[in-house]
């Protein structure tokens, strides 16, 4: 199956700081990819939809401002955590639509960030 | 009221138990259903998509009842490695395409 990657698989960060995740489709184009968050024992939620070459679509209740996503070629969308918080502290997962299957998403390993 | 519920569990079993986990969806928009795994600290990873008339794949059959909003999942002859979080998951919307909502999980712990 498709096999999308994501940098770096675990992070530990200061308040205050920003944080950059990466997101990779490796053997595809994925013209969108998504951007989950999921706390301890909860389901996935979607933050934000990153589609190539235009801004991001955010759900309701996502701050676009600290959370920036870039989704700049085919192949890589990044989201950046700005001025972290320990409240921000999660799974964030990614995964990216892959053109071939109609409805199939391929999700990243994910990253877990800690702000402390 | 939920997008997708789920029993949260955990559903404890023994091994070679059948087991089964049910899901119920708001949207009636929804067009695709499916179920995901998703152990400990990983990824979900897609276990089958459920189909109108129902499939099966190995010891996992998938039902699908429009009319009752309603997806089941079975195992069967349940083994210790099946131990991980059940997701049930539908696309939004067939405009949206390819965005997904998930359950919070149902849990299963199979027990030797």
């Known amino acids: 199956g498709a096999v999308v990657s994501q940098h770096p698989s675990r992070v530990i960060c200061k308040s205050g700081t920003s944080v950059k995740i990466e997101c990779r489709s490796l053997d595809f184009q994925a013209t969108t990819m998504f951007w989950y968050r999921q706390f301890p024992k909860k389901s996935l939620m979607l933050m934000a939809t990153?589609?190539?070459?235009?801004?991001?679509?955010?759900e309701q209740g996502v701050e676009k401002d600290k959370f920036l996503i870039n989704h700049a070629s085919l192949t890589l969308s990044t989201l950046t955590v700005t001025s972290a918080h320990p409240e921000d502290s999660s799974f964030y997962i990614c995964s990216a639509h892959d053109p071939a299957g109609v409805f199939e998403q391929y999700f990243g390993p994910g990253t877990r960030l800690t702000v402390t | 009221r939920k997008e997708v519920e789920q029993d949260p569990g955990p559903f404890n079993v023994p091994e070679g138990a059948t087991v089964a986990f049910n899901c119920t969806y708001s949207n009636s928009a929804s067009q695709s259903f499916f179920w995901y795994r998703q152990d400990c600290r990983k990824e979900p990873k897609l276990l089958m998509s459920?189909?109108?008339s129902g499939n099966e794949d190995g010891r996992f059959t998938a039902q699908l009842n429009r009319a009752s909003q309603y997806i089941s999942l079975l195992i069967r002859d349940s083994k210790l490695s099946d131990s991980a979080t059940y997701l049930c998951v539908v696309n939004r919307d067939n405009n949206a395409g390819n965005m997904l909502t998930f359950g919070g999980g149902t849990r299963l712990m199979v027990k030797p």
């Open positions: 459920v189909y109108s």
């Open positions: 990153s589609n190539e070459g235009s801004k991001a679509t955010y």
